[in-house]
Each structure stands twice: as C-alpha cells, then as structure tokens.
C-alpha cells in the first residue's frame, strides 16, 4: 500500500508501507546535488538510503528502516518530514558556503599562517646572516644605489 503524508504534494513524497520505505522527489534547482548528500548522509546509521535521478532535473531519496517499526506509517512519516526538514538545512549550508567561498577561503589561510607564529629568538640567533651571495641570474637583487650609481668617467 501506498499513500502520502498531508503536508507533502503528492507527486513528490511516497510512502510504501508494504516495503516500509519512504521516497522524495526533489528539483535540482532547489536543491543542489551536495545538499542531498548531506541530509541522505544524516540517516544511514537508521535507515537504508537510495539517491537516484528519476528524470532530468530531479533526484528521488529512498529510505528504508534497517529495524522493523510498530507504528510503521506514523513512522515512515516522520521519517519523510525529518528529511524534508535535512534537505532545507543542507542547501541552505550549501549556499552560506557558496556565497562565502572567498572569506572562508582568507579567514582559514590566516588563521594557518598565524598558527605558525613569528620565529623565535632561537631560530633568529641560528639564522646564517652571512655575506654569501645570492644566486641572481637576472640580476634582480641589484640594490638602487649600485644600480644608479654615478660612473666615473661622470663627475
């Protein structure tokens, strides 16, 4: 037997009692590939899950409880309603994390270089502040006074 829960639209969600398993269809548009993911992922320790692409434009979750349940139509919707619930706070998550990719990028990289701290006075006293030259092919490392200093044959 089959039946959909009241709030639902009845061509997205489908409850099967005799399999005990619950399917949701959801839009692409409305709900990115990683944001089901996520909320898929929240149930596997409870429940069998299935992600599929019914037509272009859609993904279909199927969920199956690993135990048997009482009340297994009250349960299954339930279950529905929590992953409606997941779905939404995924892809709101997914899109934060879009909208905020370059900040969270900068906020993570200064937080890595300000981990690694400014050098200690140990590692300053074993630091070679020799005279040896440098490699420069190019002759970049060329300071401004030896470069525009004035020739001899000048004055």
Same mark, same amino acid.
């Given at each position: 037997m089959t039946s959909s829960p009241k709030p639902f639209p009845a061509d997205s969600v489908n409850v099967d009692l005799g399999e005990g398993s619950v399917t949701l269809t959801v *839009?692409? !548009? +409305?709900?990115?590939? @990683? $944001? +089901?993911?996520? $909320? $898929?992922? =929240?149930?596997?320790?409870?429940?069998? =899950?299935?992600? *599929?692409?019914p037509r272009a434009g859609q993904y279909r979750v199927t969920l199956a409880a690993k135990e048997a349940r009482d009340d297994t139509g009250a349960a299954l919707g339930a279950l529905v309603g929590e992953l !409606?619930?997941?779905?939404?706070?995924? $892809?709101?998550?997914?899109?934060? &994390?879009t909208d905020n990719r370059? &900040?969270?990028e900068a906020v993570t990289a200064q937080a890595l270089a300000g981990a690694l701290g400014s050098p200690s006075l140990d590692d300053l006293a074993s630091f070679d502040f020799g005279d040896a030259a440098?490699? *420069? @092919?190019?002759g970049i490392a060329v300071s401004w006074e030896e470069k525009y200093k004035k020739k001899e044959h000048d004055k």
């Open positions: *839009d692409e !548009a +409305v709900y990115p590939l @990683p $944001a +089901v993911y996520g $909320a $898929a992922y =929240v149930f596997i320790d409870r429940c069998y =899950v299935l992600i *599929d692409r !409606a619930n997941e779905l939404l706070s995924c $892809a709101w998550r997914h899109q934060i &994390t370059a &900040t969270l440098l490699e *420069d @092919p190019l």
